[in-house]
């Protein structure tokens, strides 16, 4: 096990007043411990839930994966209003977007001078229009950072499964990270090669997926144009896939990962391991932390005989606490309709699940609570009985990830009872108790190989039980 900077030096964590806040941070001097994530990685870690927009000619041919034969005059949102969209993600808390720019059917929502199959060919502003640059610009006006995902699997390019090929998806890159201001994500997903349409040659291509994008160079473009991008895939090399499109990360989940193949090799985009994903590595040797990308909705796109199937509120709140609650990130995707605007029903569930984010996170809040850290011990003080059914940690994750445990236990008449207990803490675990607890003290023992260093440790009343 290697351990960086001297994380063996015994050093304390030195409250001092200053320090102890109400259920705020609380700092200490000291070396890192194993892999820490890079800056980049940081404030990826603060965003937590951001929203997905899967949208392209499926949304009008009703298909999840589109052959690449599909006609771009079909592509035609006669209302496509993104500061609508940006509104409604906004009403679930989203801090960010990512948009499928080109998914695997190769249409592109930007007028790309790579191919034909754009919405220049399109009614869509009498082929004047920008899909991506009227979301980007309304992101950024709302507030919300932008991502891109571009799918390398193009099921319409005739150059497909040739070195051409990956000039052209290479230039794409280059389009989209150079004309549409900052973004903060950069998201390959792993379906690769099969059946399409390419070009009109209709047959089964099959590419190496080891070998064929050699993505060391695509990712070399991506630092270069934007710096501050994290780049997602299922082997990283910034964020990870989590190993399901659930939205589930594991009950123990590292940010810690070093992924393997599906043959026990080297890793690959589109070749990993998935069920090491939702786990992680304890102390590996990559800060790679994991993003659980779920869909509103059964499917990626819009179908109008799912609009009976949105998930509610209860169920966006269930997966933030076991996606962000675990100290992933929760990747929530709702798919314009072909209106171009989000349907009613997804936009009321967003709305009920961002009024109970701020009902248990801000309003329920519990205040006057005194966080004092000794150690592998922490303790949370009031002077009257205060009232909570959920509990906050966050580590000092810019140190490593310390903490392999914790026990929390309430002070009781009759001495220290526990309340809850779990494995990994990271950026964020909510533990949410079976009922609510009322008392006056909070013990959180916490076993480590390294000091731990709890950056916070919080109560709050969860507005609505499960
Ligand atoms: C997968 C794709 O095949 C799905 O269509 C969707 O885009 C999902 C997020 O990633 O790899």
Not at 137 to 147: H, P, S, V
Not at 202 to 230: C, G, H, S
Not at 290 to 311: L, M, Q, T, Y
């Amino acid at each position: 096990m290697a351990f960086a900077g001297g994380a063996r030096a015994r050093y304390c964590v030195r409250v001092r007043r200053r320090d102890i806040l109400l259920g705020g941070l609380v700092a200490a001097p000291g070396a890192a411990y194993g892999a820490v994530p890079s800056a980049r990685q940081l404030k990826w870690h603060a965003l937590e839930t951001y929203a997905f927009l899967h949208f392209t000619t499926n949304t009008f041919t009703d298909k999840e994966w589109g052959y690449g034969d599909e006609d771009p005059a079909i592509f035609n949102p006669t209302q496509f209003d993104a500061g609508s969209i940006i509104a409604g993600l906004k009403g679930g808390g989203m801090k960010a977007v990512i948009l499928t720019c080109k998914h695997h059917d190769g249409f592109c929502l930007w007028p790309t001078r790579t191919t034909a199959h754009s919405v220049k060919h399109s009614p869509f502003r009498g082929g004047k229009g920008d899909v991506v640059k009227e979301l980007s610009e309304a992101a950024r006006r709302g507030g919300l950072k932008f991502g891109v995902y571009l799918s390398p699997w193009d099921r319409n390019a005739a150059s497909y499964g040739s070195p051409e090929y990956i000039v052209m998806y290479r230039e794409q890159l280059r389009e989209l990270l150079t004309s549409y201001g900052e973004i903060f994500e950069v998201w390959h997903d792993g379906a690769n090669g099969g059946d399409g349409f390419y070009g009109g040659a209709r047959e089964r291509r099959k590419i190496d997926k080891k070998t064929y994008y050699d993505w060391p160079r695509t990712w070399d473009l991506v630092r270069k144009l934007q710096p501050d991008a994290v780049i997602f895939s299922d082997a990283g090399p910034d964020i990870r896939w989590v190993g399901n499109e659930k939205g589930i990360a594991g009950e123990t989940c590292w940010a810690t990962y070093d992924p393997v193949g599906e043959d026990g090799g080297p890793a690959s985009p589109g070749d990993v391991r998935a069920k090491d994903s939702q786990t992680g590595t304890r102390n590996g040797k990559h800060w790679l932390p994991a993003e659980c990308d779920v869909s509103i909705r059964p499917g990626w796109f819009w179908h109008e005989k799912e609009n009976s199937r949105v998930k509610t509120p209860d169920e966006l709140q269930d997966l933030y606490y076991k996606s962000v609650g675990r100290g992933a990130s929760f990747l929530l995707n709702v798919p314009p309709d072909r209106r171009g605007v989000l349907h009613e029903t997804d936009v009321a569930s967003l709305a009920g699940f961002g009024k109970r984010m701020r009902e248990t996170f801000t309003a329920g809040l519990v205040r006057d609570v005194k966080l004092t850290v000794r150690g592998h011990e922490a303790s949370l003080e009031s002077k009257r009985p205060v009232t909570f059914d959920v509990i906050r940690l966050r580590e000092d994750i810019a140190r490593g990830q310390r903490i392999d445990s914790v026990l929390v236990e309430q002070a009781t008449e009759g001495g220290w009872a526990e309340i809850a207990r779990a494995t990994s803490v990271g950026n964020c675990r909510l533990l949410r108790l079976p009922g609510e607890v009322t008392t006056t003290r909070v013990r959180i023992k916490m076993t480590a190989p390294a000091e731990p260093l709890l950056r916070e440790a919080a109560l709050f009343l969860q507005s609505a039980r499960m």
